[in-house]
């Protein structure tokens, strides 16, 4: 990210602390300007000329910059500019992929690996409480970089129409909501983090043991019946996770 000459000034009369404010004209820079991931940041002594500034101060806006995931340090070579991380409210709401990535300010793209009748693994066939399923596994992509691998597993008995949908242009949750016996009303879902394996790393372009956020889904129609149980691996560098907590009395 080069600097110009109409770099924003430090405004030496402010109550805020010099490195704050300059964090906050860095910040406001990385946002508003198209910079690649991974290209490298004005060093120290770019920034201490053009913001007349002492090393102290542009270190501790570099430390805030890291801290909030904008830049990241390579010991040696200095800093950083992140990739944008993907805002999950997936613990909260029910917001489907492409809500999510659209949020983010990219666009989602989905490719079905496997969508066929088979005969349920033993934790499926008791999540779902049949013998019978159809799995989907699909990859699911931001901006054309794969971001979540997804296996689900849904009742043959109730779901076999779902066959007739195209699942990488429509919405899975849309299209069981085609059906009152399907429709989702309510979902359970729990997070680990867990090392990504061989295939895991193969799907996701990561490697081995690199850090995955594992989600299990339970998704419930109105007549409590679980009409989806789900498996996410989602890449740890290019995620976060948000929860609200709403405190009464």
Excluded: W
Excluded at 106 to 135: C, H, N, W
Excluded at 165 to 183: G, I, V
């Amino acid at each position: 990210m080069a600097l110009n000459n109409q770099a924003a000034s430090i405004d030496r009369q402010s109550p805020l602390p010099m490195y704050h404010q300059l964090k906050e004209i860095l910040l406001e820079r990385i946002k508003n300007q198209p910079i690649a991931a991974g290209k490298s940041f004005p060093s120290e002594m770019e920034l201490i000329e053009t913001y007349e500034v002492s090393r102290t101060t542009v270190r501790q806006a570099i430390a805030e910059l890291t801290k909030q995931g904008y830049l990241y340090i390579i010991k040696g070579k200095g800093a950083f500019v992140s990739r944008p991380k993907i805002d999950l409210r997936y613990l909260q709401k029910a917001l489907t992929f492409d809500e999510q990535i659209r949020k983010s300010g990219m666009t989602p793209t989905t490719q079905v690996l496997f969508f066929k009748e088979i005969a349920a693994p033993d934790d499926v066939a008791y999540a779902l409480g049949t013998s019978r399923v159809l799995k989907l596994e699909r990859l699911r992509f931001a901006d054309g970089e794969p971001i979540v691998l997804v296996e689900s597993y849904h009742p043959y008995d109730l779901c076999a129409f779902l066959l007739g949908h195209d699942l990488e242009k429509n919405s899975l949750y849309d299209t069981l909501a085609l059906s009152p016996e399907t429709k989702v009303v309510r979902v359970e879902r729990t997070v680990e983090a867990i090392a990504a394996n061989r295939d895991l790393a193969k799907a996701l372009k990561i490697k081995v043991g690199f850090p995955v956020q594992h989600f299990h889904t339970h998704a419930y129609a109105g007549n409590d019946r679980v009409v989806e149980y789900c498996i996410s691996d989602y890449r740890g560098d290019r995620n976060k996770l948000s929860v609200e907590i709403i405190l009464t009395d």
